[in-house]
């Protein structure tokens, strides 16, 4: 998506140890009218799915979720990070290992919300690793709904997580896939 | 708002502890329709102020104000709970008592997102003893900013954190304030 592409260059910074951040626009400030048009780009991408659910991990995927089901017509269902009292009943459980906090989270989503005739798209902003798409991709199965894909906003493709899931056949698009990134560049996959 | 309150009564569950689940349609699952009138509420309430900024904190208030930013042209930004590796620079910073998970949090939110010139308007999905709200008042105030409002989804009037904060003079609309509430009965306020 040339848009973001271009957006990344100007404002994504290069951090040590591989972080990219793009928090003046993406998940600290967020620029509605760039999430639009993310928004509409997943639509473009899996608008021949039939889709009945969009789901993702709080906190920085809720609002990117929220603006592109608006395309869907479907509603967003987010799995939530650790345990909270509110959250009784049955619930799907995985842990996470988050790449930017260097620690294991518990991962939650109430069973009343995800069911097996659903038909999911995963939304998340970035993958690494790809363990919370891993944690998600495992809800998704537990629940015996079908994963039609996920849509990523930022890959980071010198990662393997996006590489490994697609080799198991699970579809992944990816706005924006970044093969090497230093202090003086940024390179794109074709 | 009407629709709102209809919702409430038809999907809200009234927990012991004085907890309203409404994970349904809100905080866990999320109706995008009624998302978007509750957007659009907001800013007929709020069109009136020169908004310039949406403020909310993670994660089940990103989803409402992202949908909301859309009617206000603005971006959002929200606080986030606990230190991230990707934060850094210089940060406003707070804690939070959170009335759901009966812990204190620190919330942060990078100084480079928020500035005297600034009108904000914060957004919220619940109020009840005001915790939240009074620490991402408190980062405004540090800002130099002018906070405008706030819009809430769901007030508990019958906690004290709205009422205190009106009677300090900041403008807090909320689109439902529940006076009291029993397994049985739920009563709004006129």
Redesign the interface.
């Known amino acids: 998506m040339q848009l973001l592409k271009e957006r990344i260059l100007k404002d994504g910074i290069v951090?040590p140890?591989n972080?990219l951040?793009v928090?003046?626009f993406l998940n600290?400030?967020?620029?509605?009218p760039l999430?639009?048009e993310i928004g509409k780009e997943f639509k473009r991408i899996y608008g021949d799915t039939p889709i009945t659910k969009i789901l993702t991990i709080?906190?920085?995927g809720?609002?990117?979720?929220?603006?592109a089901?608006?395309y869907f017509?479907?509603?967003?269902?987010?799995a939530?990070k650790a345990q909270?009292?509110?959250?009784?009943g049955e619930m799907y459980c995985t842990k996470v290992e988050s790449f930017?906090?260097?620690k294991v989270y518990d991962v939650i989503?109430?069973k009343?919300?995800l069911h097996a005739d659903d038909h999911v798209l995963i939304i998340d902003d970035f993958l690494a690793n790809g363990c919370a798409l891993m944690g998600l991709i495992e809800i998704v199965k537990s629940s015996g709904a079908t994963l039609e894909g996920a849509g990523i906003v930022i890959e980071k493709g010198f990662q393997r997580g996006g590489d490994t899931l697609r080799e198991q056949g699970i579809r992944v698009e990816s706005l924006a896939i970044i093969d090497s990134m230093t202090d003086e560049s940024l390179t794109f996959r074709e």
Chains 1, 2 share one sequence.
């Open positions: 951090k140890g972080v951040k928090d003046s600290h400030q967020m620029d509605i999430i639009n709080e906190a920085s809720i609002g990117i979720a929220c603006i089901a608006q017509n479907v509603p967003v269902v987010f939530k909270s009292i509110n959250l009784d930017t906090h260097k989503l109430s009343k919300f």
